[in-house]
């Protein structure tokens, strides 16, 4: 049994920062490759960003590039994304997910697992 359970999100000015945090609960976490996607209000699910197995790779999503960071800790089933110079566009909920591959993929369909969602609201 995999759970993913989100928290960090929450109401933030234009310019702020916010650290999200996901737990994975459930064995071998280290062997997954871990990604952060987003959904606005009336939009499609979008990636992120996404980590490797080890940490030592990331890819991220062109509007947010520069301004996020994901990393994670495999001794606290961990991963994380850090969110700098937020915009009011960055509004969304944001999800973590568990991938089935061994690759970084920005494609929802390649994860297998996600969490509940927590949100984030950028105010202009």
């Known amino acids: 049994q995999v759970e993913l359970v989100e928290s960090g999100g929450g109401l933030v000015q234009a310019g702020g920062s916010l650290r999200l945090s996901c737990e994975a609960f459930?064995?071998?976490?280290?062997?997954?490759?871990m990604g952060w996607f987003r959904q606005a209000p009336g939009k499609e699910r979008e990636f992120v960003a996404t980590?490797?197995?080890?940490?030592?790779?990331?890819s991220y999503a062109d509007a947010v590039k520069g301004r996020f960071t994901i990393s994670r800790d495999n001794a606290k089933n961990m991963v994380y994304l850090e969110m700098n110079s937020l915009k009011p566009e960055d509004t969304a909920v944001y999800y973590c997910?568990?991938?089935?591959?061994?690759?970084?993929?920005?494609?929802?369909?390649?994860?297998?697992?996600w969490g509940q969602g927590t949100q984030v609201t950028v105010s202009s």
């Open positions: 997910a568990r991938s089935r591959t061994s690759w970084r993929t920005s494609e929802s369909t390649s994860y297998t697992y």
């Open positions: 459930g064995r071998t976490f280290s062997t997954y490759v």
């Open positions: 980590i490797s197995r080890s940490g030592g790779d990331t």
